[in-house]
T-cell receptor, first 113, second 111 residues
Framework: DAEITQSPRHKITETGRQVTLACHQT?????MFWYRQDLGHGLRLIHY???????NKGEVSDGYSVSRSNTEDLPLTLESAASSQTSVYFC????????????FGEGSRLTVL | LAKTTQPISMDSYEGQEVNITCSHN???????ITWYQQFPSQGPRFIIQ???TKVTNEVASLFIPADRKSSTLSLPRVSLSDTAVYYC????????????FGTGTQLKVEL
């Protein structure tokens, strides 16, 4: 079955380190999204991509970057991790642009000490 | 942005019907209304989507009035396994930065 997978599922890092969270989907979806989820804030959009070499900033993009070199992957990079970036990160994909239906991964819990 | 407002929490008992309402006063013409369910330590899971009037699938119904400024997710005969957080999302994937979720409704189902 097609799926969307995130790795690592759990990571602890130190302030200032670079961290990359991987997202891989096998649906061949053009549209991919990264969210962070924090208590009291729901899910907030970090970055999104509508296809290879396309990336766009979301609501809370400061301190994060993404790259899209192929259809299947959208890695999220924290250039210099900060304690405020301790969160659960979810990747999602969609096969269409005129829909609200997203398929989510299982999440990556990141702790920045 | 189509900001959404939902109740923070709701309680129910097994076998009852649960209705969760979402308010979205500034919904745009191209926006869909989509509901998700999320269990602890899992990603949100799509439940149902609509644009106007009523939509029903095997797990839920979605009621949308003509002005589309609100929507109601209806879960018939809930069970303990329906205890989860429910999110209303107003927008569409092509709308990019508009596709942001609200804070969700924690539904607790008891015996």
């Amino acid at each position: 079955d097609a799926e969307i997978t995130q790795s690592p599922r759990h990571k602890i890092t130190e302030t200032g380190r670079q961290v990359t969270l991987a997202c891989h989907q096998t649906w061949n979806h053009n549209n991919m999204f990264w969210y962070r989820q924090d208590l009291g804030h729901g899910l907030r959009l970090i970055h999104y991509s509508y296809g290879v070499h396309d990336t766009n900033k979301g609501e809370v993009s400061d301190g994060y970057s993404v790259s899209r070199s192929n259809t299947e992957d959208l890695p999220l990079t924290l250039e210099s991790a900060a304690s405020s970036q301790t969160s659960v990160y979810f990747c999602a994909s969609s096969g269409h642009r005129n829909t609200g239906e997203l398929f989510f991964g299982e999440g990556s819990r990141l702790t920045v000490l | 942005l189509a900001k959404t407002t939902q109740p923070i929490s709701m309680d129910s008992y097994e076998g009852q019907e649960v209705n969760i309402t979402c308010s979205h006063n500034n919904i745009a013409t191209n926006d869909y209304i989509t509901w998700y369910q999320q269990f602890p330590s899992q990603g949100p899971r799509f439940i149902i989507q609509g644009y106007k009037t009523k939509v029903t699938n095997e797990v839920a119904s979605l009621f949308i009035p003509a002005d589309r400024k609100s929507s109601t997710l209806s879960l018939p005969r809930v069970s303990l396994s329906d205890t989860a957080v429910y999110y209303c999302l107003v927008g569409y994937t092509g709308g990019g930065n508009k596709l942001t979720f609200g804070t969700g409704t924690q539904l607790k189902v008891e015996l």
